[in-house]
């Protein structure tokens, strides 16, 4: 435990050196449905738990997956959408009762899952989907992930966003080592229509959205072959890492279009 622990904070260095972080304010107001800050072993009962999961679906999909990237990437992207999924239905509901209005955690994490769409379409794209196998192991994880992230949601949204975070750093991670490995093959590739469409199309204002630790329209992609577009996604990873982090901090979380214009906040 203390190894992963030691490799953990490692990779969170690296994904935070990725891009500057901007500072955000807290929403004033809005109603605590985090759990409290103050409880110690308790956030660390819920990060073992979290560190646990995450190694032991990283070590079943490692076994599964040797040789075989994109079919990895296609399971690791369907997966990658769910949470985004189950925290949109929880806000909803709880907005519904009246107990919180969080409009720009729902814009963000909507925004989310729109970039881990594309991501998905990509690697549907370069054939990772190929394979009944895959696809149904795919979906069989996504479905039982999401009701697992709701009812982690309602025990403590703090303990669904960090076990967010670690599947990001992972793909993050993941991402990476395959950049440093396949550079050169991987330049020599074109970039599927999916990543274009996605990258370099003129409406990139969801691009920017979930980027909540940037300003909008600071990170515009170059996409000349696949490597650019590996690069992308794994840059897309490290920003998700970063909105998880913030998300774990009672009304840490904006919409960057918000905090641009100088909207009212999603509390009122």
């Known amino acids: 435990m203390k190894a992963q622990r030691e490799k953990e904070q490692t990779e969170v260095a690296v994904v935070e050196e990725s891009f500057p972080v901007r500072e955000t304010a807290p929403l004033d107001g809005a109603d605590d449905l985090?759990?409290?800050?103050?409880?110690?072993?308790?956030?660390?009962?819920?990060?073992?738990?979290?560190?646990?999961?995450?190694?032991?679906?990283?070590?079943?999909?490692?076994?599964?997956?040797?040789?075989?990237?994109?079919?990895?990437?296609?399971?690791?992207?369907?997966?990658?959408r769910v949470p985004y999924f189950a925290f949109i239905s929880m806000l909803h509901l709880y907005e519904t009762f009246g107990w919180s209005r969080r409009a720009d955690y729902i814009k963000v994490h909507f925004a989310e899952s729109m970039n881990e769409?594309?991501?998905?379409?990509?690697?549907?794209?370069?054939?990772?989907?190929?394979?009944?196998?895959?696809?149904?192991?795919?979906r069989f994880m996504a479905f039982f992930y999401y009701f697992m992230t709701v009812g982690m949601y309602m025990l403590s949204p703090r303990m669904a966003y960090h076990f967010s975070e670690c599947v990001e750093r992972h793909a993050y991670s993941t991402y990476d080592k395959f950049l440093k490995l396949n550079e050169a093959e991987l330049k020599e590739l074109p970039a599927p229509q999916a990543a274009i469409n996605y990258y370099l199309n003129e409406?990139?204002?969801?691009?920017?959205?979930?980027?909540?630790?940037?300003a909008p329209c600071s990170r515009r992609p170059k996409i000349d072959n696949l490597y650019d577009v590996f690069i992308n996604i794994r840059d897309d990873e490290a920003e998700h890492c970063k909105t998880m982090k913030s998300c774990q901090t009672h009304g840490n979380l904006r919409s960057p279009h918000s905090i641009k214009n100088g909207l009212r906040s999603d509390t009122e």
């Open 34 to 80: 985090m759990e409290p800050t103050d409880d110690s072993w308790v956030v660390k009962l819920e990060q073992s738990v979290n560190i646990f999961l995450t190694e032991t679906v990283v070590t079943i999909l490692g076994s599964l997956y040797r040789d075989r990237n994109y079919a990895r990437f296609f399971v690791l992207e369907t997966i990658a």
């Open 117 to 138: 769409f594309h991501h998905l379409l990509i690697m549907e794209e370069l054939g990772g989907n190929s394979l009944l196998f895959d696809r149904f192991l795919a």
């Open 203 to 214: 409406d990139l204002y969801l691009f920017d959205e979930f980027q909540t630790a940037r």
